[in-house]
């Protein structure tokens, strides 16, 4: 009968292989894909704050990755939500922020009768004709999936050699 040498070893091998392809290819592939979708996202961006608050973010769990392309901040969020699905016809008054305990009432009392934007009185109330929906965020991963996938590929591709999977457990990159 045969005798076979190493046999343990190549096991061993085998069943590391599922954790190191986790561990060191799966992740960067994503976030490699992902900056391709982060790229695209910024050049369809609506507007500056916009832009600059777009941010890429990782997470893996076992047997799962998820890459997120989002928008950080309150104000740009804000932003991206209404230019991405528009806004209805609505009334504008006095932000709760700026009335220090005032009613509407009193404020525009105290303003000649009038809300004031950018410095000049505008009435009592402002009704805004709501604004066209100019989606960006969606548009860039249908158009970007292909490229994302590519350089998921390349990125897989760079580190599988014969010798086994190169690189080193920890992501590359920070996520923000």
């Given at each position: 009968m045969p005798s076979v040498k190493g046999q343990a070893e190549v096991e061993r091998f085998i069943a590391s292989l599922p954790a190191q392809i986790e561990a060191k290819l799966l992740r960067g592939a994503a976030r490699a894909g992902g900056k391709v979708l982060l790229d695209e996202t910024k050049s369809r961006s609506p507007a500056a704050e916009v832009?600059?608050?777009?941010?890429?973010?990782?997470?893996?769990e076992p047997g799962r990755i998820v890459v997120k392309v989002s928008v950080k901040g309150h104000w740009p969020r804000s932003?991206?939500?209404w230019a991405e699905y528009g806004t209805d016809p609505h009334f504008i008054t006095v932000d709760d922020s700026q009335r220090e305990g005032k009613s509407v009432r009193r404020i525009n009392e105290t303003g000649g009768g009038s809300l004031r934007i950018g410095g000049s009185f505008v009435g009592k109330t402002v009704h805004h004709p709501g604004a066209k929906a100019n989606p960006f965020m969606r548009p860039s991963l249908d158009l970007s999936a292909a490229a994302a996938r590519a350089a998921m590929q390349t990125y897989v591709n760079a580190r599988v050699t014969r010798g086994g999977i190169i690189g080193s457990d920890e992501p590359e990159g920070t996520d923000e």
């Amino acid at each position: 009968m045969p005798s076979v040498k190493g046999q343990a070893e190549v096991e061993r091998f085998i069943a590391s292989l599922p954790a190191q392809i986790e561990a060191k290819l799966l992740r960067g592939a994503a976030r490699a894909g992902g900056k391709v979708l982060l790229d695209e996202t910024k050049s369809r961006s609506p507007a500056a704050e916009v832009t600059e608050a777009l941010t890429l973010r990782t997470n893996s769990e076992p047997g799962r990755i998820v890459v997120k392309v989002s928008v950080k901040g309150h104000w740009p969020r804000s932003l991206a939500i209404w230019a991405e699905y528009g806004t209805d016809p609505h009334f504008i008054t006095v932000d709760d922020s700026q009335r220090e305990g005032k009613s509407v009432r009193r404020i525009n009392e105290t303003g000649g009768g009038s809300l004031r934007i950018g410095g000049s009185f505008v009435g009592k109330t402002v009704h805004h004709p709501g604004a066209k929906a100019n989606p960006f965020m969606r548009p860039s991963l249908d158009l970007s999936a292909a490229a994302a996938r590519a350089a998921m590929q390349t990125y897989v591709n760079a580190r599988v050699t014969r010798g086994g999977i190169i690189g080193s457990d920890e992501p590359e990159g920070t996520d923000e």
